[in-house]
C-alpha cells in the first residue's frame, strides 16, 4: 500500500504558483520523498526528490517539514502544460549496487491548470 | 536519465490470445520494471526484471500470466498472455538510470491494450 496521502485534486490559475501537499507520516529516517507526474496518456515523469533538506531544480521546489511527516511540491509558475496527476512517493532510493526500493503509486492529486 | 521506446504503442487483440510488448533503453540499465495501470487508476508494480536472472513478481501477479524476458542490459519484453477484458490496460516499462549520484527510475510511453 502506498505511505503517502494527497488530495485527490487541486485547482490553480495560470502564471500563479501550484502548491501541492503529501502527507508521510509513517516515513522511516532512510526514506526520501519522490514526486513524479503523470501527463494525461504519457508515461510518469520523474520531478524531483528529497530526504529532510528543501531542494530546487529547474522543474519544482520540494519542501519538507522538520518532522518529515509531510512535504509540498512547488510549481512556482503553472502553466497549462502542469496540468496532470502529480504522485508523491516515499522509498529508499538505490545507491551504487544496493537493492532498490520499490515505488508504489497512491491515487495522487489532478492539477487542473486554469486559464 | 534514459530514452525508452515501447512496441507496440497499442494494440487492440481478442480474448484468449497473447501478446509480447517490447521495451527498448538508450542505455545499459541494471533494473527494469513492468507497470500496469488500469482504466481511470493509478499505477500497479507487475514485476521486476534484473538482467541474467529470473523476475521477481509482485503479489497477485503470476509468471504463467505475465512471462517476461530480460536478455540483455538494454531491452526487455512482457507477454499478456490468454488474455481477457480485464487486462485491458496501459502497460509500462520503466528502468533504472543514474540521476546525479543516486539512482532513479524513468518510464516508457507505455502500450495501450484493449482486449475484446
Known amino acids: 500500500d502506498a505511505k503517502t496521502t494527497q488530495p485527490p485534486s487541486m485547482d490553480c490559475a495560470e502564471g500563479r504558483a501550484a502548491n501541492l501537499p503529501c502527507n508521510h507520516s509513517t516515513i522511516s529516517g532512510n526514506e526520501y520523498v519522490y514526486w513524479y507526474r503523470q501527463i494525461h496518456s504519457q508515461g510518469p515523469q520523474y520531478i524531483i526528490h528529497?530526504?529532510?533538506?528543501?531542494e530546487t531544480n529547474e522543474m519544482a521546489s520540494l519542501i519538507i517539514t522538520e518532522d518529515r511527516k509531510s512535504s509540498t511540491l512547488i510549481l512556482p509558475h503553472a502553466t497549462l502544460r502542469d496540468t496532470a496527476v502529480y504522485y508523491c512517493i516515499v522509498r529508499v532510493p538505490r545507491w551504487g549496487s544496493g537493492n532498490t526500493g520499490k515505488l508504489i503509486f497512491g491515487q495522487g492529486t489532478t492539477l487542473q491548470v486554469k486559464p | 536519465s534514459a530514452v525508452i521506446s515501447q512496441k507496440p504503442s497499442r494494440d487492440i487483440c481478442q480474448r484468449g490470445t497473447s501478446l509480447t510488448i517490447q521495451c527498448q533503453v538508450d542505455s545499459q540499465v541494471t533494473m527494469m520494471f513492468w507497470y500496469r495501470q488500469q482504466p481511470g487508476q493509478s499505477l500497479t508494480l507487475i514485476a521486476t526484471?534484473?538482467?541474467?536472472?529470473?523476475?521477481?513478481?509482485e503479489s497477485g501477479f503470476v509468471i504463467d500470466k505475465f512471462p517476461i524476458s530480460r536478455p540483455n542490459l538494454t531491452f526487455s519484453t512482457l507477454t499478456v498472455s490468454n488474455m481477457s477484458p480485464e487486462d485491458s490496460s496501459i502497460y509500462l516499462c520503466?528502468?533504472?538510470?543514474?540521476?546525479?549520484?543516486?539512482?532513479?527510475?524513468?518510464f516508457g510511453p507505455g502500450t495501450r491494450l484493449t482486449v475484446t
Open positions: 526484471a534484473n538482467q541474467g536472472s529470473e523476475a521477481t513478481y
Open positions: 520503466s528502468v533504472e538510470a543514474r540521476q546525479g549520484i543516486s539512482y532513479e527510475q524513468y
Open positions: 528529497g530526504l529532510k533538506n528543501n
